[in-house]
């Protein structure tokens, strides 16, 4: 059993930041054997990627929407990767999930929510 558990989320003016953390778990679970990704779903969107980061770090991708915003992170040593969130705006607001991604599987946290207020 894998489990992603996002945390970080909540209200913020414009302009404001917010850092996201999501720790990852499982018996048999390798982190370090996973890319871990960002997406978002806003209410009555579908949902969209935000952010990806290889097994290594070595390798980041970002929508053009959050580029230059955003900074993902990981630190495979406390099973976590990050979404440091910067410059907020209105738009930004979503349900906010990390994604486990490996060649043959895929695991999905519940989501955080973050609120952006004009």
């Known amino acids: 059993q894998v489990q992603l558990v996002e945390s970080g989320g909540g209200l913020v003016q414009t302009g404001g930041s917010l850092r996201l953390s999501c720790v990852a778990s499982g018996r048999t679970f390798t982190f370090s054997s996973y890319a871990m990704d960002w997406f978002r779903q806003a209410p009555g969107k579908e949902r969209e990627f935000v952010a990806s980061i290889s097994r290594t770090a070595d390798s980041t991708w970002y929508a053009d929407s959050v580029k230059g915003r955003f900074t993902i992170s990981r630190d495979n040593a406390k099973n976590t990767v990050y979404l440091q969130m910067n410059s907020l705006k209105p738009e930004d607001t979503a349900v906010y999930s990390c994604?486990?991604?490996?060649?043959?599987?895929?695991?999905w946290g519940q989501g955080t929510q973050v609120t952006v207020s004009s």
């Open positions: 994604v486990a991604r490996a060649s043959t599987s895929k695991y």
